[in-house]
């Protein structure tokens, strides 16, 4: 007996160094971790299974028919038919249903882009199951279809997703401004503000602001290409300043167009927003005493904060986050960042 079974994993948005894990509700906890957030998909094709299955952290979630998850399962066994039709000794398990298991490693749904790294998982497990030859920028192309953001997880470093103009889709595609080690100075802090499902799902919300957000045409127009133009050579340049002014303003951008929805669309909570004022504070002490920038904050579809900044700021940052918002558990620092300090935080029961 032969078992088709093969298993991939993948980082959300890339490598990230460091995870802070902030409140939840009204208290918060911070934890450092060395893991990387990411999600693990294991894939097994069987001429046993009776139909596609997926579960997810143990759970099955339905495949639903036309849905992204079947549209991503289709793509990928066509892909293996073709081969199979080219090298009639390839066994023929397109033909096989799959039953997949994926595990995340942080919350589902709370605008941390599971739905990212989840299909570039699904993608590169089923990619493997099928041996199908891995040119990123293909299977890019077909993660991009289970969720927007996926095909930029299936690369490593700095990735950026070309929009495309062709009305199927096919230029869309995700490719690498620069490699991790271009720029290993920037680190990135995540700040679990809630782990909490949100209400709106980034594929539908985005749905949503395509249909009625007259904020979103103009953004497509005349900010995007060129914030993409200076946001790439700011990284190929390793320009802090001008990758975090970019940064942030695009963050702001995205959140006025999504409250700019109809309904409106708030992602952000109150916890996200007095992130915001201290991270903007800190660099307004920063630049008034002749200096440059020294973080920045970024907000996905989801109340959670991703804050960049040189190595050197890491320490400082943690520092106030853990003296102005309460921890829900005592904060741990496995990189050693406070080797002969007390940083307990105000944990809150
Ligand atoms: P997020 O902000 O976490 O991306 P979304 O609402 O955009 O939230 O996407 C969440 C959805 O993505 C989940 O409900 C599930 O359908 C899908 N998803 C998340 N993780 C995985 C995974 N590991 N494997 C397959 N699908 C996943
Ligand atoms: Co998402």
């Given at each position: 007996m032969t078992i088709y079974q093969a298993t991939a994993s993948a980082p959300i948005l890339g490598k990230r160094d460091t995870k802070l894990i902030l409140p939840t509700n009204s208290s918060l906890s911070v934890t450092l971790d060395q893991d990387h957030l990411r999600s693990t998909t294991t894939s097994r094709a069987d001429p046993s299974f009776e139909k596609d299955r997926l579960w997810l952290n143990g759970q099955e979630d339905e495949i639903k028919e036309g849905g992204r998850l079947a549209t991503c399962i289709k793509e990928m066994k066509s892909l293996?038919?073709?081969i199979e039709e080219k090298d009639p000794s390839l066994p023929k398990i397109s033909s096989y249903a799959v039953h997949i298991s994926s595990h995340n490693n942080f919350p589902t749904a709370a605008g941390l882009a599971s739905s990212a790294s989840g299909f570039a998982a699904l993608v590169a497990?089923?990619?493997a199951l099928y041996q199908l030859p891995t040119d990123p920028s293909q299977l890019s192309l077909i993660a991009r279809q289970g969720s927007g953001s996926a095909c930029r997880s299936?690369?490593?470093g700095f990735v950026a997703w070309q929009m495309g103009?062709?009305?199927?889709?096919?230029?869309?595609?995700?490719?690498?401004?620069?490699p991790r080690e271009h720029w290993p100075d920037i680190h990135a802090l995540i700040c679990v503000v809630s782990d909490d499902k949100k209400g709106t799902s980034s594929t539908s919300g985005m749905q949503r602001t395509v249909e009625?957000?007259?904020l979103l045409q103009h953004r497509i127009k005349h900010v995007v290409p060129e914030r993409m133009r200076m946001i790439s050579e700011a990284i190929r340049a390793r320009d802090f300043d001008t990758f975090a002014r970019v940064t942030m303003?695009?963050?702001n951008q995205f959140h006025a167009v999504a409250l700019d929805t109809e309904?409106?669309?708030?992602?952000?909570n109150d916890v996200s927003r007095a992130i915001i004022a201290l991270i903007v504070e800190y660099n307004r002490i920063a630049v008034e005493t002749g200096g440059k920038l020294k973080a920045a904050y970024t907000y996905d579809a989801g109340p959670n904060a991703v804050i960049y900044a040189p190595k050197e700021n890491i320490k400082e940052i943690v520092e106030l986050i853990v003296?102005?918002?309460p921890q829900a558990e005592p904060f741990k620092d496995p990189f050693g960042l406070f080797d002969d300090e007390d940083v307990q935080g105000n944990v809150v029961e």
């Open positions: 293996r038919r073709q497990s089923l990619a299936l690369f490593g103009e062709r009305a199927d889709g096919s230029d869309s595609y995700a490719v690498q401004i620069a009625t957000s007259t303003q695009d963050s309904p409106p669309i708030f992602y952000m003296k102005y918002f």
